[in-house]
T-cell receptor, first 117, second 107 residues
């Protein structure tokens, strides 16, 4: 786990506001994955990115959610017009290899707990 | 996609007891990982074990890829072992997680 950084650790938003979650992968890792954990449930894949590219967004809700991983800086998961059902823990993971052939561990960050009031 | 099932869903142990947690997956996988989510919500990597057996202190894991299951053994359990244990496997871009085993170790 050490090395994947996420901020903020806790985020409170009112319905309709925007939430921006940041993830800095481990040093040397260029592949980032976002997962969502709803209360009392397991983690669900959302999106897989490499620098400047979205590789797989099959788990991402079609509306209000977007993700990016720019050439410089952290990966950002953006949720627009948040609703109460968006309340969850959002985890970021990184790995050094391409996802579909990954044989390496994904390392997870501490997560961002989003609460929508 | 891959289906991952874990059993048992809940487990209560007395401190010092041993336990075995199981993870079944529905298809061939490239990666199988075990995680411990502690009561503060942090995900701790336990094992990367697509096949074979590994040990780390009181914990060990075995994956039989041909039979599509993995086992996590916890020996001489301690109260700090409490939390939720997840397995995750992938055959593509993402890890698919099981529903977890919620473990409570009582002093």
């Amino acid at each position: 786990n050490a090395g994947v950084m996420q901020n903020p650790r806790h985020l409170v938003r009112r319905r309709g506001q925007e939430a921006r979650l940041r993830c800095s992968p481990m040093k040397g890792h260029s592949h980032v994955y976002w997962y969502r954990q709803l209360p009392e449930e397991g983690l669900k894949f959302m999106v897989y990115l490499q620098k400047e590219n979205i590789i797989d967004e099959s788990g991402m809700p079609k509306e209000r959610f977007s993700a990016e991983f720019p050439k410089e800086g952290p990966s950002i998961l953006r949720i627009q017009q948040v609703v109460r059902g968006d309340s969850a823990a959002y985890f970021c993971a990184s790995s050094p290899l391409q996802g579909f052939k990954a044989k390496e561990t994904q390392y997870f960050g501490p997560g961002t707990r989003l609460l929508v009031l | 996609g891959i289906q991952v099932e874990q059993s048992p869903p809940d487990l209560i142990l007395q401190e010092g007891a041993n336990s075995t947690l199981r993870c079944n997956f529905s298809d061939s996988v490239n990666n199988l990982q075990w995680f411990h989510q502690n009561p503060w919500g942090q995900l701790i990597n336990l094992f990367y074990i697509p096949s074979g057996t590994k040990q780390n202190g009181r914990l060990s894991a075995t994956t039989v890829a041909t039979e599509r299951y993995s086992l996590l053994y916890i020996s001489s359990s301690q109260t700090t072992d409490s939390g939720v244990y997840f397995c995750g496997s992938n055959a593509g871009n993402m890890l698919t997680f099981g529903g977890g085993t919620r473990l409570m170790v009582k002093p």
